[in-house]
């Protein structure tokens, strides 16, 4: 329906961010006379036009529950906001009382805008268990890169640049779940730029590729020493970078030796030749430039060595911070923190996991989430008792079904949701959220490679029923616990307005009052300023060293490999073969559907259509013998269980590897996946290389 005509009938458009993902894509949103939201308007993604379905959805929370019936029941009572909040905050101060704050848990999954006033709520409160979904997510690669460079790659190799002569994409698709999907320019062939990619699957990155090397998964840290290996073997490293800029690079070189293409075409199950050829794209074409997941290759028991691996390719071939090669992200946008992490943290007692990966803590303000699940059923490293959280999924976990046992143990549990979920169904108390056309947040976000965007998100819509914004609940919960002015009296616009004064005043003033928002530029320079000149030149690399540490002074501090040390999978046909004989494939878990942001629109009718059921993929080679046909019900089962999906028989996926999307309610991956090994350095679990079989469901 055209603007114009539903302006004609008394409608009005109003400018929102979309939170369906991290992206915050700009929607206008048609709103009626009666206040109602009757059309979107924005990027042509199928997450963001089904805004309207989680808005409306007839199972949508729309005031508080209590439990009464036993954990995981399904049996609540509806209470007014004022029991919910007094029961939480009275819950909350009895477990600080009797066995002190550090044993009560606050996390934060989606949505994340309120993330600077829940930590503010933890370290008040005096926990310093403040935990977020990024405990496996983005943090490692954040980790992995400001050790090893002292700046963020993260996905700004994702970004065009006209520059690159060679893209060498490493376990992503962009096509799958970043906008505009299969338009996106990693999935397209461009005249003057050849492209490597490395994935288990045939995605559809890969069908463009000039190479495809398609790895077993978990490792990738082998297939780079072979690259490595090929380019110093070939004379085609940038020693005049290495010899000035970088510390360890001859060690690696050495090491790199033991890494020939023939024994690790052994190890990866590819062909020595490809390696070759694919090292002597990357190393020769350039600038080039690697297009990196910010999570699939940090999601193995070795991930945090294999990326680190990875990202010493642009360091070895000299394709750091030139224009068509991997730049670095600046910070752009400095909101003022609110989360008092600075404030107290020298004061409070050690996070979870700040003993067990002091690397990954020092780089992450938050606790070691992956740990909740031993800290309450066993009291290691520490014991927890209590938990708020906002936006929780038990199907986050590796083995996931002791992450919701463990939450039926805690003393107390409360929750902040859109749903009654299976994770929200073992709380004591659950909240109705507001969704994002109901919240204010000052939203700031990358935006390109010199610039950041920054936007005050006004409400859009009035919240239904008695949904309040996860922000809003926070600082409730501060004055009810006694700390009414260091939570602005429960004034959430304050407390962004606090968080904008770290902003300059004409970047404010337009955040607030222009619907499109503010452009910030890094450190008030323009993209012409760095024109010819390389960040680290200006500024040296702000690591241990001052220099691209191949070998890690920090990690050899700590007592880990400098050096990126490839080892096998914790669970691999390599390493466990006795276990392999009953499980004889590599379990892979979370490729990406443009339709899903992980769990979050699976109630969806008009995406639930599109994408109906959660898919097992394994190759016809593998099918036949198993009397597996594509479409039918088949059991994967590992040493944590088994769970039924629907086959999906398709010569994409490595014979020998079996493929599960993740974030289905009743077929949770992540029931079988692995929480026994994680990676020592930074914590994060073995979601991508495992060990499994297959049979037809039933048998």
């Known amino acids: ?74 049996r609540f009572e509806p209470i007014s906001w004022d029991e919910a909040l007094d029961t939480i905050a009275a819950r909350l101060a009895e477990i600080r009382e009797r066995h002190g704050a550090e044993q009560a848990a606050f996390f934060a999954g989606y949505t994340k805008e309120a993330r600077p006033q829940l930590q503010r709520l933890a370290h008040a409160f005096g926990s310093p268990n403040y935990l977020t979904e990024s405990g496996c997510c983005f943090s490692a ?177 000299g394709n750091l911070d030139i224009p068509g090669g991997n730049r670095f992200f600046l910070d752009k946008v400095r909101p003022k923190p609110i989360d008092l992490f600075r404030e ?53 976990w590796p083995n996931s079904g002791r992450m919701l046992a463990a939450l039926e143990a805690l003393e107390f549990f409360a929750c902040s949701d859109f749903f009654l979920t299976e994770t929200a169904k073992r709380a004591d108390i659950v909240l109705p959220a507001a969704t994002n056309l109901e919240r204010e947040a000052l939203v700031a976000y990358p935006g390109c490679q010199f610039r950041g965007e920054v936007r005050y998100r006004h409400s859009v819509l009035e919240p239904r029923g008695e949904a309040r914004p996860d922000a809003q609940v926070a600082l409730d919960l501060g004055v009810r616990l006694g700390m009414a002015e260091r939570f602005w009296h429960g004034d959430l616009a304050a407390s962004w307005a606090e968080a904008a004064e770290g902003l300059a005043p004409e970047v404010r003033r337009q955040a607030y009052e222009d619907p499109d928002g503010a452009m ?41 490999d400098g050096l990126p040390v490839y080892r096998e999978p914790a669970e691999s046909p390599a390493s466990t073969p006795e276990l392999a004989r009953e499980h004889p494939f590599v379990l892979t878990s979370g490729g990406r559907s443009k339709y899903f942001t992980h769990s979050q629109q699976q109630r969806f009718p008009s995406l639930a259509a599109r994408d109906p059921v959660p898919r097992a993929q394994l190759h016809p080679w593998d099918a036949e013998p198993l009397e597996i046909a594509d479409g039918a019900p088949v059991e994967v089962h590992t040493p944590r269980g088994a769970v039924t999906f629907t086959a999906e028989v398709t010569d994409a996926v490595k014979p020998g590897v079996v493929h599960c999307f993740h974030g289905w309610a009743g077929a949770d991956v992540n029931r079988l996946t692995d929480h026994a090994h994680p990676d020592p350095i930074s914590g994060f679990p073995p979601f991508k290389s495992g060990l499994c079989n297959v049979a037809p469901a039933g048998e």
Not at 37 to 66: F, I, K, M, N, T
Not at 363 to 371: D, E, H, R, V
Request: hydrophobic share 40%; with cysteine.
């Open 141 to 317: 690669t954040l980790a992995a890169e400001k050790l090893t460079l002292g700046y963020r790659l993260k996905s700004a190799s994702l970004l065009e640049a006209e520059q690159t002569r060679c893209l060498l994409v490493w376990s992503t698709n962009p096509p799958a779940s970043v906008v505009p999907f299969e338009e996106h320019h990693a999935a397209q062939r461009r005249e003057g730029r050849a492209m490597v990619v490395v994935d288990p699957r045939r995605t559809r990155t890969a069908e463009a590729a000039d190479i495809h090397l398609q790895i077993r998964p978990g490792t990738d840290g082998a297939l780079a020493l072979a690259f490595h290996h090929v380019i110093f073997e070939n004379g085609w490293a940038d020693e005049a970078f290495l010899k000035r800029w970088a510390l360890g690079w001859n060690s690696l070189r050495d090491y790199a030796r033991e890494f020939p293409p023939e024994r690790v075409a052994r190890i990866c199950g590819v062909d020595a030749g490809a390696i070759r050829r694919a090292a002597e794209l990357y190393a020769t074409s350039g600038p080039a430039q690697i297009a990196l997941s910010p999570t699939a290759t940090v999601q193995h028991s070795n991930g945090f060595q294999n990326h680190r691996a990875i990202i010493l390719l642009a360091a070895t071939t």
């Open 344 to 396: 107290t943290i020298d004061d409070l007692p050690p996070r979870l996991g700040e003993e067990t990966y002091p690397i990954w803590t020092r780089y992450w303000p938050a606790g070691q989430s992956m740990l909740l699940p031993d800290a309450i059923l066993t009291g290691e490293p520490q014991p927890i008792r209590g938990l708020f959280a906002i936006g929780i999924n038990a199907s986050m």
């Open 1 to 74: 329906m055209e603007r114009e005509s539903m302006a004609a009938e008394g409608t009005t458009w109003k400018r929102t961010t979309c939170y369906e993902c991290d992206a915050n894509c700009a929607f206008d949103v048609a709103v009626d006379g009666a206040g109602r939201a009757v059309d979107l308007s924005g990027p042509d993604c199928p997450r963001g036009a089904a805004q309207l379905e989680r808005q409306y959805h007839p199972e949508r929370l729309l005031q508080p529950l209590r439990r009464v019936g036993p954990r995981g029941s399904d």
């Open 520 to 560: 910030v530029f890094a450190d008030a320079l323009d993209e012409e300023a760095f024109e010819g000149e390389r960040l680290y030149e200006v500024r040296g690399f702000p690591t241990a060293s001052g220099k691209v540490e191949f070998d890690s002074q920090e990690l050899r501090a700590a007592g880990y």
